[in-house]
């Protein structure tokens, strides 16, 4: 399954998911000699702003006849009142189903506001996770449903960096299993421009959302043995790697499920966030590359499929979400030339231990 964006009308609510989701950062394993650039996630909507009808100025001939005066006439939009809460705004059906919001159009509202209708117990939504939701969003201006994840038979995915202002705001702190009101002034949406011909700029926007997963912060569930001959694993929340007496390189390769989760099993092209750490496995030395745990590099996003090296394309399909996975790869499944930029040399084995915090 891909990332599916929020749309709105054709229009993505505000995401750059692919470039964020599809490309390897610099901190996931490339499958030539450098390590590739990262892309970031954009939140500038793609919209083509929708111009407003524009005032007539028509010609009018005074009875005199002489000349005719030319007066331009002009007409104006008076601003819609600004609302201080939600109390105007009405939400029925029931938690799992398209929701119907009543709002007296043309509304508008002064901040960013949320209500929660139905709270969860799940997991807190914390700044910057990505989360799968259902959706359903409201233009205050016309009081018309603009966008809906329901119709689609399947909730929306994105990280909460990628989305507008508004969204994110509202979102932040909930728990999984919530259903939340939110209301966004145009500052918080699509601003001055708006979004397609559904959103003009200076509108309101007013979402209801039903929290179905989001990203994890660390790994749990059944615990398996590590095979004989393979790096040992340590260490909860950090892994480390060492090599035991009995150590040996192998010429396949080898994938242990360390920690099995519970959540989505991961497709030929899926897209993950994951945290990792990385050696180098010489004849007589195991050497630490790179980790992304506790640093500003992680979790970073990869997807199943090239340029991600051979291992983790292997490697990590049919994993579920929540596991914990160690790799040892020969040179031919991970760097065949070695990776100078790494500092792999020529004929490395490379062990990887990889937390998969999300899968969609």
């Known amino acids: 399954m891909k990332f599916r964006p929020l749309t709105s009308v054709g229009v993505a609510l505000g995401l750059a998911l692919a470039l964020a989701l599809t490309a390897c950062s610099d901190d996931a394993p490339g499958g030539d000699d450098s390590a590739s650039a990262p892309v970031e996630a954009s939140a500038s909507p793609a919209a083509t702003p929708t111009a407003e009808d524009q005032p007539s100025v028509e010609p009018s001939a005074d009875d005199a006849g002489d000349e005719a005066s030319v007066e331009p006439t002009e007409e104006s939009t008076p601003p819609i009142p600004e609302s201080t ?206 980790q992304t745990y506790g640093t500003g590099a992680g979790p970073v996003y990869a997807t199943l499929t090239t340029p991600t090296v051979n291992a983790w394309l292997e490697g990590l399909a049919q994993v579920k979400e929540g596991s914990r996975v160690l790799i040892v790869a020969p040179p031919d499944q991970a760097y065949p030339s070695g990776n100078s930029a790494l500092g792999v040399p020529r004929g490395a084995y490379s062990v990887w231990v990889v937390d998969v915090l999300f899968v969609a």
Request: net charge negative; glycine share 12%.
């Open 85 to 290: 809460d939600l109390s105007a705004i009405t939400v029925t059906g029931e938690p799992g189903t398209k929701p119907v919001v009543t709002v007296p159009a043309p509304w508008a509202i002064n901040r960013s506001q949320n209500r929660v209708l139905n709270p969860g117990d799940g997991a807190l939504v914390l700044p910057g996770d990505i989360v799968r939701i259902d959706y359903l969003g409201v233009n205050g201006r016309t009081g018309e449903v603009f966008d809906n994840s329901y119709d689609t038979g399947a909730p929306a995915v994105f990280p909460l960096s990628g989305v507008v202002a508004g969204f994110a705001k509202g979102l932040t702190g909930q728990r999984v299993g919530s259903r939340v009101l939110m209301a966004m002034p145009s500052a918080d949406g699509y601003g001055d421009t708006g979004s397609g011909d559904a959103i003009q700029g200076g509108d309101s926007l007013i979402f209801v959302a039903e929290i179905k997963a989001v990203s994890r912060q660390s790994v749990s569930g059944t615990v398996a043995a590590i095979p004989d001959g393979l790096p040992l694993v340590t260490g909860d929340l950090k892994p480390q790697v060492t090599l035991p007496a009995d150590a040996r390189r192998q010429d396949t390769l080898q994938v242990v499920t360390l920690i099995e989760g519970d959540g989505p099993e991961a497709g030929s092209y899926a897209q993950l966030q994951v945290n990792y750490v990385e050696y180098a496995w010489t004849a007589d030395n195991l050497t630490q590359v790179r």
